[in-house]
Structure formats: C-alpha cells, structure tokens
C-alpha cells in the first residue's frame, strides 16, 4: 500500500470552473428569454411567434349614418317673457303691457249664418283710363268720382295681370281704374277721413314704399324710400299723419310720419312683427297684429304714452283689425275655428263675436262710414272676391264684385 507523501493539496481543474461560469450563464439567458416569449404571447396571443393560436372572428364592416336630432323651426319659438319695449328718445317708457280686464270671453256664434245668393255684379261704368307718361312722372287722367249716399270702396285687384287700385260705389255700381301702372303692384289702399286722399303701397321702385293720391287718382306722390319693406299705411282721422308698417329695422314694427313724409317715428320695439296698423277714429289709439306671443294676436298701442294692450289671447291667428266709426269695436279676422272667419270685440278686450260661418276664408275687415256694414274679402267664389255684410253676427252676405281675377284689401271710406 502506497502513501502520498506530497504536502501540497490538490487543485481543482480550471476549466471545470470556466465550464460551470458559462452554463449557468446560460441558464439565466434562456430563462429571461422564456420569460419575455411568454410575456409577449400574454399580450399578443395572435403574434406569428405562438404556435397555438386562437381562432381568428371574420372582420365585421361597421357603418355609422349621420341622422340629425334637430329641426329648424319653420315658427318662431314662444315666448313667455313679457317684451322689452325701447321707446325713442324723449318718449315716455310704457312699464307694463296690459292684459284686458276680463279673463275670459264668451264667443258667440251664429247658429245658421246663411252664405246668401251670389249677387251678378252690377253693369260696370268706366274701368278707368290707363296712366300716362309725363316726364319721369306718372300722371293719371282724373277719374270722375259719383256721390254715393252709401260711400266708396276703394281696393286692389289683379285683374290687369299686376295688382291696381280701384274704386266703386258699395252697392257695385260705378267701377273706376284709380291707379294701373303696368308691371308694378298697387295695393292696400286706404282712404281719408274726408275722402278727398288715399293711401296705398306700390313696389314700382323696387320694394314696397308708401305713396299717396287725390281720390280721382292724380297728383301720385311718393313718401318713402328705402331697401326695406313700408306698406299697409293708414291715415290719422285727422289726416295729418299716416302710420304704417316697416322692417327698416330688420323686422315689421309700426311706424308714424307726418301726411307729407317727414317726421318718423317708430311706435313699437318688437322683436317679433307688429303689422297692420289701424287708427281709432277718436285718434287716440293704434290697433295692430303682432307674433310677439308665438301666434298672432291684437294689441293696441296709446299714441301718446306708447303704453300697449293685448285684446286677444289664445292659440288661433287673429289678425287685420279694423276699428269701427264709433271707437268702441275692432273688427278682425281669426282661424280659431279651423278657417278664417270674422270677429269682433270690444275696445277693451271682452265680448268677442263670430261674424260669419263659412268654410271658405274671410278676411280683411273693413267697416261702413255708418258703422252699419263690414266688407271684407273672401275666397267663397273660388278666388278672392269683395263681399259686404250688416254688422251683426249672422246677416246675410252679398257679392260686390264677381271677377275672375283677384279683388282684395277693401276700405269703405266715404
């Protein structure tokens, strides 16, 4: 038996060492490179690197369509904050628009209001000379005027292809042409209190302006002149003013001049439309139309302190009031019965009447200097004609004008 006498240990090889540092070297790397394959397939379980892939859905084609929620509103909003009226320099600022005494109102209506006969129109005089140049003037050749115990009506037609103002006895007799300038639209005449003048719009500059002239038709003189719309003029009983309607502002208020043009002033400050002025025969007051409340109603302005009041109240369109001679009752027409019938109430807002029961439209109420009839205009013919009526609900109706044309916006005057 032999025996190591060497005092010297034994060593380790080195390479068993290197060989051991490079395995475990190797053993992190594929660890850390397990970990991260592992990783991105729990991210990505599609990824071309995992050989067990989840079953792929077909693609789904998704298409959105655009379907608006809102409407343009063809009708002005309601609104239910009461008006701010901005009155002109130097007037006296109305506090309050108010509402008539009475709460409600007893709508009487006539139980059986006969449509009558349709009355042939009565031999026609005259028609009226056409107008004739005079320079850069429009001269009319005067057109003779019948005295009429019963008064005149003056209107618009368009039976010569354009809208011109006539004038007739309102008993149908004694036709005249007043104004008929060709390819220009003459209408909503308006006669004076006296009955020597009348009032009329004409859109022969372009856009409605405001014009008056002698009742025989002459001496056509032109009051306004502007881009905007100025119509539905009226005469003060006094016949020293004319109010009438504008959008010079944007949109239709009511406006004032003096007969010869000058001294404008605006009268209401809507921001709605106030149209269709009428002056109260005691001069006091101006009645009107106005969508301020989303509909049409009635209200009247006092000339001197601006202060206004609503008569009429409700859903329906009550528009085109007219005052009677005496002050006391507004003519009007409204829809609250399905179609256009006429009404009247009382200045003060109660006691309001149904006139007539037509299923066609009657409109645009004008009454007798008397205050015994209304005429207005109808559609009971098949187109728009003038009918008249006595003054009480239910009488019978009679057919002025029987023309196959238009005849329209009637005023008695005298």
């Not at 050989?51 to 655009?66: D, G, K, N, S, Y």
């Not at 020293?240 to 009511?254: Q, V, Y």
């Not at 200097?369 to 098949?382: H, V, Y």
Request: charged share 15%.
């Amino acid at each position: 038996m032999s025996t190591n006498t060497d005092p010297t240990p034994r060593r380790a090889s080195r390479y068993g060492a290197i060989a051991l540092n490079l395995f475990t070297i190797c053993c992190l790397i594929s660890t850390a490179w397990m970990g991260g394959y592992f990783i991105l397939l729990l991210l990505n379980p599609y990824s071309a690197l995992n050989p067990f892939q989840p079953l792929r859905l077909p693609p789904i084609a998704v298409i959105a369509t655009f379907t608006s929620t809102s409407q343009i509103q063809t009708f002005p909003p309601t609104f239910t904050a009461e008006p701010t009226l901005t009155p002109p320099s130097g007037g006296e600022v109305p506090t309050q628009i108010q509402p008539p005494t009475a709460t409600s109102q007893q709508i009487v209506a006539p139980s059986d209001t006969p449509t009558g006969p349709t009355v042939a129109p009565p031999t026609r005089i005259g028609g009226g000379p056409s107008p004739t140049t005079d320079g850069a003037a429009i001269t009319n050749t005067p057109v003779s005027i019948t005295t009429s115990a019963v008064g005149h009506l003056v209107f618009a037609s368009t039976r010569n292809g354009d809208a011109d103002i006539f004038i007739i006895d309102s008993d149908g007799n004694n036709e005249q042409l007043l104004i008929g300038e060709p390819d220009v639209n003459d209408e909503n005449p308006a006669m004076s209190a006296d009955g020597r003048k009348f009032a009329f719009q004409s859109d022969r500059d372009g856009d409605y302006e405001i014009f008056t002239a002698n009742i025989d038709g002459t001496g056509v003189a032109q009051l306004t002149s502007n881009t905007r719309v100025d119509a539905n003029p009226v005469w003060s009983p006094d016949g020293t003013k004319i109010a009438f309607e504008s959008d010079r502002n944007g949109n239709f208020d009511i406006w004032t001049m003096n007969a010869d043009g000058t001294g404008l002033t605006q009268m209401t400050f809507s921001i709605r439309e106030d149209r269709a002025p009428a002056w109260s025969p005691d001069g006091t007051t101006l009645a009107f139309h106005t969508n301020r409340d989303g509909n049409y109603e009635i209200y009247t302005i006092d000339v001197a302190s601006k202060l206004e009041t609503r008569l009429t109240s409700g859903t329906a369109n009550n528009q085109n009031p007219a005052w009677s001679p005496d002050s006391q009752q507004i003519a009007y027409d409204s829809d609250q019965d399905g179609n256009k019938e006429l009404y009247v109430i009382d200045a003060g807002g109660t006691s309001e009447v149904r006139m007539t029961n037509d299923p066609s439209s009657d409109t645009s109420p004008s009454w007798s200097p008397d205050g015994a009839q209304l005429a207005f205009e109808t559609t009971r013919n098949g187109n728009l004609d003038i009918f008249t009526m006595e003054a009480f609900a239910g009488a019978q109706v009679v057919s002025i004008l029987g023309d196959p044309a238009d005849d329209k916006m009637p005023w008695w005057g005298r």
